[in-house]
T-cell receptor
Framework: AAGVIQSPRHLIKEKRETATLKCYPI?????VYWYQQGPGQDPQFLIS???????DKGSIPDRFSAQQFSDYHSELNMSSLELGDSALYFC????????????FGPGTRLTVT | GQNIDQPTEMTATEGAIVQINCTYQ??????LFWYQQHAGEAPTFLSY????GLEEKGRFSSFLSRSKGYSYLLLKELQMKDSASYLC????????????FGAGTRLAVHP
């Protein structure tokens, strides 16, 4: 069965650079969530989209922005990168606003040097 | 405020049973989830409880008591591959399904 696809899987950037992470949800899933997981930390919710509209917002820095496109894929744009942004970024998708199970993608490991 | 507590680490023996506890205090409750996560990999869904009681799914069972803000994950017939982190997560109070994760319990299964 198709799963959530994230690209790239690994990304190395320098401080103050920008990065774009992409997420392709499971086909027919209309809700996308972004989570950030620092080393040894639990995943922290950043932002979510339902039907291309932002549905909830968590601890996403102002330097980050995200959107969901008409094909339901989502992109997380990160600017003015800081060392502390180094983390695993997971995207998850679900079916409908009240979909019980969130299916997580393999994650993008971002390293800021 | 929101607070989810679970033990940091646990160890168990192959073939045994282990119970991982989770207590939560959140401003709203819309379901409790357990996820398994191997190092560097994505969390994978194990179970979901929204009503009090026990949900059984193969070797894994999960229990919920809403009045006590308490859940546990029970793993039976432990296998070496069960060595992983187990994350307790509460569905956010504002709806729209965002998950609030606990810090996770790192389980080590020994022969």
């Amino acid at each position: 069965a198709a799963g959530v696809i994230q690209s790239p899987r690994h990304l190395i950037k320098e401080k103050r650079e920008t990065a774009t992470l992409k997420c392709y949800p499971i086909p027919r899933h209309d809700t996308v969530y972004w989570y950030q997981q620092g080393p040894g930390q639990d995943p922290q919710f950043l932002i979510s989209f339902y039907e291309k509209m932002q549905s909830d917002k968590g601890s996403i820095p102002d330097r980050f922005s995200a959107q969901q496109f008409s094909d339901y894929h989502s992109e997380l744009n990160m600017s003015s990168l800081e060392l502390g942004d180094s983390a695993l970024y997971f995207c998850a998708s679900s079916l409908g606003r009240q979909g019980i199970e969130q299916y997580f993608g393999p994650g993008t490991r971002l390293t800021v040097t | 405020g929101q607070n989810i507590d679970q033990p940091t680490e646990m160890t168990a023996t192959e073939g045994a049973i282990v119970q991982i506890n989770c207590t939560y205090q959140t401003s709203g409750f819309n379901g409790l989830f357990w996820y398994q996560q191997h190092a560097g990999e994505a969390p994978t869904f194990l179970s979901y409880n929204v009503l009090d009681g026990l949900e059984e799914k193969g070797r894994f069972s999960s229990f919920l008591s809403r009045s006590k803000g308490y859940s546990y994950l029970l793993l039976k017939e432990l296998q070496m591959k069960d060595s992983a982190s187990y994350l307790c997560a509460v569905r956010g109070p504002s709806g729209y399904n965002k998950l609030i994760f606990g810090a996770g319990t790192r389980l080590a299964v020994h022969p």
